[in-house]
């Protein structure tokens, strides 16, 4: 014989209240697929979109930080070139003594010997920018940079070879000091202009490959943005979970007063079916 039961009333409290207190802790309101499978899966979806453009995101400004680096290090080559063909004028002209040319070729050969220095040393994160390595003065590798959620989303940066080698200095590096006749500095200038002009070409790239992940940073923030609006709604209202979570706690208590009371008026109840 059953005589009183409300024990269905008070599991339904607690689980509205359990559910609730797990939405104010999560910050969601589908933690488990019986909240509502179909919307759970495209929150799950928005969430892994999300996480993508985020790493995306630093995915781009890690190569616009090398592209940085790279265009400083020919900035400052292009600084050296400038002063190597200011030099290679003063020694084309016959005013400029034999002893006096010597020693500007010196001081010509101290500056590309730091033009191959910047482009053996300049790196990111392992990868030297201006050179192959930093024992290998041929053209770099082509760099690749995920720059999206997709296959394709790719912005490559063409491999360089920004030394003396590559943008055809070597037989100025040579050359012999007791033979450098003031013609032979006019004959380097043409070189020094086209190592000039090669080496604008490469910062050139640069600064298309730079724009180019600007442009895609500014667009991936975008459709982050977008994408965590988009499952915003499914975030916990907590003002709305908050007043449940107390309507619960009270309707717990008063089910706890009642149990207890029907308990009592039960025990009363068989003591005098029994007397």
């Known amino acids: 014989m059953q005589v009183g039961n409300n024990s269905q009333i008070n599991t339904d409290v607690y689980l509205n209240a359990n559910q609730s207190l797990n939405k104010i802790a999560t910050g969601v309101t589908l933690n488990q697929a019986s909240n509502d499978a179909s919307s759970l899966a495209i929150s799950n ?89 930093q024992t290998d003065n041929s053209a770099s590798n082509d760099l690749q940079f995920q720059a999206g959620n997709e296959n394709a989303d790719i912005i490559e940066s063409a491999g360089i070879q920004s030394n003396t080698e590559g943008l055809g200095l070597s037989a100025l590096l040579n050359q012999d000091a007791s033979s450098f006749s003031s013609s032979d500095a006019r004959a380097f200038l043409e070189d020094v202009d086209g190592a000039i002009s090669g080496l604008s070409d490469i910062r050139s790239e640069f600064g298309s490959v730079s724009n180019q992940l600007e442009s895609s ?23 709305k979970e908050s007043a449940n979570f107390s309507k619960q706690n009270v309707l717990a208590q008063i089910g706890a007063f009642s149990l207890a009371q029907a308990n009592n008026i039960n025990q009363q109840t068989v003591g005098r079916l029994l007397s």
């Open 45 to 133: 979806n928005l969430k892994v979109e999300a996480n993508g453009y985020t790493q995306a995101i630093e995915n781009t400004n890690s190569a616009i930080a090398l592209n940085q680096i790279a265009d400083g290090a020919t900035k400052e080559q292009s600084n050296i070139l400038d002063s190597v063909k200011e030099k290679l004028l003063q020694a084309s002209t016959d005013t400029t003594s034999q002893e006096g040319r010597d020693a500007i070729l010196k001081d010509v050969k101290s500056l590309l010997e730091q033009f191959d220095n910047i482009a053996s040393s300049t790196n990111y994160n392992g990868n030297t920018l201006l050179q192959n390595s």
């Open 217 to 239: 940073t500014r667009n991936l923030i975008t459709q982050q943005n977008q994408t965590l609006e988009a499952n915003s709604v499914f975030d916990t209202d907590y003002a």
